[in-house]
């Protein structure tokens, strides 16, 4: 009786082993989704699931995984794996990772090496690739011999193997992921007696969609091999739910495993979890469960969404004021610098909604200061200037070229407070292609830009604001107060409904009031409903 117990638990391990070689994936956030990731791959994960993915990274990263599977009979499939990930600048992303799917029977071992970079920007598409070392050996005890049938005459093999990822952004909330796994399909048979024994090429493709807090994934594998004449096509499916800031939670499945996990993290560590439970394949498997561990070292770069900078002006003026000084040449001539500030001028200009003020009369006022325009790059500088050209804002910046890409980064400066209200960069990788990026970085700046109103008096529940139809604005409109807290930010003070609107004021009755409303509080139109 004990040894056909030994011999069934050979025969299922060996039976699962010989079905899934080299199929085992780490990271326990992509097994909660069910194995979807192809077209997420936006964390260390992407060593394994699409190594396109790294282009998007940007700190060095360090991450362990250890998952357990009972198979039952008393035996467990164990797989351990380390990963690290090292940001190379504009040469791109690298990544190395060890795994190992062991028992007391069998070692699988897989080194990889990864890369990952952006190859365009609009569209936004990143590509990478893995070169994989695969061995595989059956460890000679007790078991096995028991019938040398299992060892097929030998005990280990090597192999290598390549994928290949990429990873488009069809906007900010819908990508598209692809990868071929596998691209030459090593053969990892033993000996020649036994035949081949091939890792088969799997493609993989999928997309995912942003919606609020829950980012859904569909995903279809195709692996090259069929099984009783059917093509081997698995399709999975996932959904992740941002619960609070340190929270997600998630859940997927596919033709093969019904899967759920959470992950809990700070800035720089992350802590994921998956249980997976199998639906098909061998009886008496009774799932896994999988934890890992990242490490992310230095700090994170926010994601700055597109928010609307508050910006007031005087009563009766209805447009910005502006000046741009020429730009600050760092590594091009001041020529080119001075064209790219010429570039700004005729953007804004354009936009009319500003008054951008002459090159010319800017030189004027500056040979009178025996100042030079790209000499004046402090806040403190632009406000004296600002207030010698009676503007509202004056934007300074400076033109960078590293290596073939120029960057265009400004700064907006409220003449009035005396500090950088606004901060953008335009990237190129050609002088060619400056106008366009100048362009669009006023259209980026231009979109941020809320020109707002005043509360200029207050009558009980009614308050008069200094806008009226030629800002157009009709009775009925919904807009908010705010006030600046001592944190410089900017909150909701009232919500308040336009009842009276002539030509430029308005009177408003107030809806909800969160705190007093003071003289000059701002009133923002970008909050109409």
């Given at each position: 009786m004990k040894t056909f117990i030994i011999i069934l638990a050979v025969f299922l391990m060996l039976t699962t082993i010989c079905y899934g070689a080299f199929t085992d994936k780490p990271g326990a956030r992509p097994i909660g989704l069910g194995g979807a990731y192809v077209a997420i791959a936006d964390d260390i994960n992407s060593l394994f699931y699409n190594p396109a993915g790294l282009g998007r990274l940007y700190r060095t990263e360090i991450t362990g995984v250890y998952d357990q599977q009972s198979v039952g009979l008393g035996v467990n499939l164990n797989y351990g794996y380390i990963g690290a990930i090292q940001p190379a600048g504009d040469l791109g992303i690298f990544g190395a990772s060890v795994s190992q799917s062991y028992s007391e029977l069998y070692r699988e071992y897989i080194i990889s090496l990864s890369y990952g970079t952006k190859i365009t920007k609009k569209p936004l598409v990143y590509a990478g690739g893995n070169i994989k070392s695969l061995s595989k050996k059956y460890i000679e005890n007790s078991y096995t011999q028991i019938d040398p049938l299992f060892l097929n005459n030998?005990?280990?093999?090597?192999?290598?193997?390549?994928?290949?990822?990429?990873?488009?952004?069809i906007n900010k909330f819908w990508t598209l992921g692809a990868m071929?796994?596998?691209?030459?399909?090593?053969?990892?048979?033993?000996?020649?007696?036994?035949?081949?024994?091939?890792?088969?090429?799997?493609?993989?493709?999928?997309?995912?969609?942003?919606?609020?807090?829950w980012t859904p994934i569909a995903e279809v594998n195709i692996k090259n091999r069929k099984i009783n004449g059917k093509q081997d096509i698995n399709f999975l499916l996932g959904t992740e739910y941002k619960f609070s800031q340190n929270i997600d939670l998630r859940i997927g499945g596919n033709l093969n495993n019904l899967s759920t996990g959470a992950s809990y993290n700070t800035e720089n560590i992350q802590v994921d979890y998956a249980l997976r439970y199998p639906i098909t394949g061998v009886t008496g498997v009774y799932g896994s469960h999988s934890l890992q561990l990242t490490y992310k070292f230095g700090t994170s770069k926010i994601e700055r969404p597109l928010t609307k900078v508050v910006l007031s002006l005087p009563s009766g003026v209805k447009r910005m004021a502006i000046a741009i000084l020429d730009l600050s040449a760092n590594n091009v001539s001041e020529m080119l610098s001075s064209t790219v500030a010429e570039f700004l001028r005729l953007e804004f200009f354009k936009l009319q909604r500003y008054d951008v003020v002459e090159r010319q009369n800017i030189e004027i006022i500056l040979k009178e200061q025996a100042l030079q325009q790209t000499g004046c790059t402090s806040a403190k500088c632009a406000v004296e200037l600002g207030r010698l050209l009676n503007v509202h804002y004056i934007i300074v910046g400076s033109l960078n070229r590293l290596g073939n890409?120029?960057?265009?980064?400004?700064?907006?400066?409220?003449?009035?407070?005396?500090?950088?209200?606004?901060?953008?960069?335009?990237?190129?990788?050609?002088e060619e292609e400056l106008p366009a990026t100048t362009k669009g970085l006023v259209e980026r700046i231009n979109n941020q830009i809320s020109v707002v109103g005043k509360?200029?008096?207050?009558?009980?529940?009614?308050?008069?604001?200094?806008?009226?139809?030629?800002?157009?604005?009709?009775?009925?409109?919904?807009?908010?107060?705010?006030?600046?807290?001592?944190?410089?930010?900017?909150?909701?003070?009232?919500?308040?409904?336009?009842?009276?609107?002539?030509?430029?004021?308005?009177?408003?009755?107030?809806i909800k009031k969160y705190k007093e409303i003071q003289i000059n509080d701002i009133v923002n139109f970008e909050f109409v409903e």
């Open positions: 030998g005990y280990s093999k090597t192999g290598i193997s390549f994928d290949i990822g990429i990873l488009a952004y071929l796994e596998n691209v030459n399909s090593p053969d990892m048979a033993l000996n020649s007696s036994s035949g081949e024994e091939r890792v088969e090429l799997n493609t993989k493709i999928g997309s995912s969609y942003k919606l609020g807090d890409q120029y960057a265009v980064n400004v700064r907006i400066v409220d003449v009035e407070k005396g500090r950088i209200v606004l901060s953008e960069v335009g990237e190129c990788d050609s509360v200029v008096s207050i009558e009980q529940d009614e308050i008069m604001i200094d806008k009226g139809s030629q800002d157009k604005l009709n009775e009925g409109d919904k807009v908010t107060v705010q006030s600046e807290n001592k944190e410089g930010e900017m909150e909701i003070t009232a919500e308040i409904q336009l009842i009276k609107v002539e030509k430029e004021k308005s009177r408003a009755k107030i």
